[in-house]
């Protein structure tokens, strides 16, 4: 019985211990855990745990679920594309037929009109008859008109240029008649402005001779040297003096100008003139030198001499006037010659042209139905794409090749921007790849986008290649946005709505301090969604938040928020120990 109870002591003292050992295995394990909490976090930023656990508080790191691409971060802001040139000028056959052959290859350089390709012969339809006969006709009297105009255009241009030689020589002959130059000693006969030029220095020679004796008293004209030294007669200039001390000035001019034979001295003569004229009426007549009569006769001499001098002036300055007039009538006739001759040469190349035209279409008609229809290139350059082949059946004004006429070193690539996806900026740099060639990555500048939609809800955009490519024309290629450009991705779940509709997270700064963030989002895809704006890579935020998370809080109380002793949300202290910090 003592031993029955024995055993009953120790099983009880058994049992006590083992619920007061589980007791404080427990108290220590919930202690562990609270003070693990910011050990996991500093786990969750290291490693970018983005996976939530039951519905738990998880801090995410923007970027860590992105794959890359050789040249490129592999975003899904990607979009089709194809190489496209300016240059290409597309080859179109004029009939339908059947490519028969092709003489060239992708690749190889053509020149303009070269034959490239040839159709198969259209059947003989009565048609195909009566436009040859058509254009046959055509051509036979192209060539008729054209010879007429041959025949008629060598007679009337060698009329013309007669016509022109004749007025040459005619308006030649009446200039020389007028103004010839040619000096005196030589004998050559004078011309009428040289006739006149003689007579004009004869009239002024002949006064001074005349009126010489009769002003000064000296029956001979001194040499020029001695003219100054010599004075009028006493009575001369009797009324003004000044006029007798100009006198020798003025007859000295006019006698040195009157040496060179060519030369008409009209300024000094009709100095001369009215000095002679004023002096003259200056005067007093002397009964002993010098009689009244005398004195009237030399006034009605001086005055008469003037007056023909004056008048032969005239005269010459007709014939120069004339002479000018010869001379520029005679450079607008032969102008006007010259643009009918002109005119009638521009007339018979023009019909030459148009003839060469009738027969190279009348050729290339009869080829076409006699025999098959070539295809020949537009214009030189590379032939960038043939788009039938040989037995397909083409129709009229049907594209069947392009050539590029600058080479294929002016490339474009052409791009439809899906419209619901963030519009890349122009300058922007793009990562372009071919199918199948995954590492052959070529970078390419965003040169220009539409700002309207085309029919498949798409915008059209071009970008040049930096470096050169030798990529083909005409390939499709894939468009790939750039790191800077390319959108960011976070869970879904991270999003949380602020008043007025504005998405935003619960982002995590340096200092493990919660704070929110604004965003501009984009599409969802799966579990994610894109944001053009707010987040970058390497950013922190929460995956999923809880209604009791507030601005400022640290991590590990945002954390604690969701766990309590009777299992409901408790708000811990919102400084934290941190009030002397804010925003960290």
Known sequence: MQNIKSRQTWAIAIVAASVLTVAVVGVFIFYSVSKGDSRNIENDRSLGNNNSNDGNLVVGVVGKENSSIIGNIASNNSWPGEIISLDNLQVQPDREGTILQWYVRIGERVYAGQVIGKLSRPPQTPEMISMLSEKFEDLSSAR??????????????????????????????????????????????????????????????????????????????????????????????????????????????????????????????????????????????????????????????????????????GEIKNMEFERADIQRESIDTLAEIDAMIAELEKELAM??????????????????????????????????????????????????????????????IRMRIPNNIQKPKTGELLSIIRPGFRT???????????????????????????????????????????????????????????????????????????????????????DSIEVYEGLKNGDRYIINPTQNIREDMLLGDAIKTTVSKDGEATLPDKSGGHENMPGM
């Open 440 to 526: 052959d990555v070529q970078k390419a500048r965003l040169i220009g986008v539409g700002s309207s939609l085309d029919n498949d809800g798409s915008y059209m955009a071009d970008a040049v290649f930096t470096e050169l490519t030798e990529w083909p024309i005409g390939i499709s290629v894939r468009v790939l946005a750039s790191l800077n450009s390319s959108a960011v991705f976070i869970k879904h779940s991270s999003v949380i709505w602020k008043e007025g509709g504005m998405p935003s997270v619960w982002a995590v700064s340096e200092a493990d301090r919660v704070f929110t963030k604004k965003i501009t989002i984009g599409r969802i895809l799966g």
């Open 144 to 313: 008729a008109s054209i010879a007429a105009l041959r025949t008629y255009a060598a007679k009337r241009i060698l009329q013309l240029q007669q016509l022109r030689a004749d007025t040459e020589n005619s308006n030649k002959q009446k200039m020389d008649l007028l103004g010839s130059t040619a000096p005196v000693s030589e004998n050559f006969l004078l011309s009428s402005i040289e006739s006149k030029k003689k007579l004009a220095q004869v009239i002024l020679r002949g006064s001074i001779i005349d009126t010489f004796p009769m002003m000064y008293g000296q029956t001979r004209i001194p040499p020029l040297e001695l003219i100054y030294s010599i004075q009028p007669k006493p009575m001369f200039g009797a009324i003004d003096s000044s006029l007798r001390n100009t006198l020798s000035g003025v007859l000295s001019d006019a006698l040195s100008d009157l040496k060179d034979e060519n030369a008409v001295p009209e300024k000094s003569g009709l100095l001369y003139f009215d000095t002679a004229i004023k002096l003259a009426n200056a005067s007093v007549a002397d009964p002993e030198t010098l009689s009244e009569e005398s004195l009237e006769s030399l006034k009605k001499m001086l005055i008469e001499d003037q007056s023909e001098f004056i008048e032969v002036l």
């Open 351 to 412: 019909s030459e042209g148009e003839v060469i035209a009738k027969e190279k279409a009348y050729e290339s008609v009869k080829g076409s139905i006699t025999g098959g229809y070539s295809i020949v290139a537009p214009n030189g350059g590379v032939v960038s794409s043939i788009m039938k082949k040989p037995g397909e059946f083409v129709g009229p004004g049907m594209p069947v090749a392009i050539v590029t006429a600058g080479g294929n070193d002016n490339k474009l």
